[in-house]
């Protein structure tokens, strides 16, 4: 999972070299890599994985709700990307952890990294777009977690 970190941070700093394609391309190729991850054996273990995957629902989510997210762009998008799932995703990463300045700084330092790559990929930047869905199947969890 921390490597995953390094790989978003690094992408989020790379993002102005990658070609721009359409956002429908950038969430497609998104949904394709939600998809992978998700059913991939990586998951949250510890409370900064939890922290950096509740900062990414948490601002996947809201930017959903905000609006900032046309409902267009979340058609192409499984179910557990689009309200209410993402409302209850963000909501169970956050009971997963003790409140603490430190893991409060993790989730807010995840949200922002996640909010440079949904802003990319809303301009049609693929590789963020990938990235972010990645992220964001990693950080499902199961109904039974």
């Known amino acids: 999972m921390k490597q995953a970190i390094g790989i978003v941070v690094a992408a989020a700093l790379a993002l102005g070299a990658v070609p721009a394609l359409a956002a429908d391309d950038a969430f497609l190729v998104g949904a394709k890599a939600y998809a992978t991850a998700d059913k991939s054996d990586a998951r949250p273990s510890e409370a900064s994985d939890y922290a950096y995957c509740a900062g990414y629902w948490d601002a996947w989510s809201t930017s959903i709700s905000s609006g900032k997210v046309p409902a267009e762009r979340l ?4 179910i557990a990307l689009k309200p209410p799932s993402t409302e209850l995703a963000s909501m169970a990463m956050i009971l997963m952890l003790e409140e603490t300045p430190e893991i409060d700084q993790k989730i807010e330092l995840a949200k922002a990294e ?9 301009a049609g930047k693929v590789k963020a777009a990938e990235d972010l869905f990645h992220s964001l199947g990693i950080c499902q969890i199961s109904e039974d977690e």
């Open 75 to 78: 058609q192409p998008l499984p």
């Open 114 to 122: 996640a909010l440079i790559l949904i802003d990319a990929s809303l």
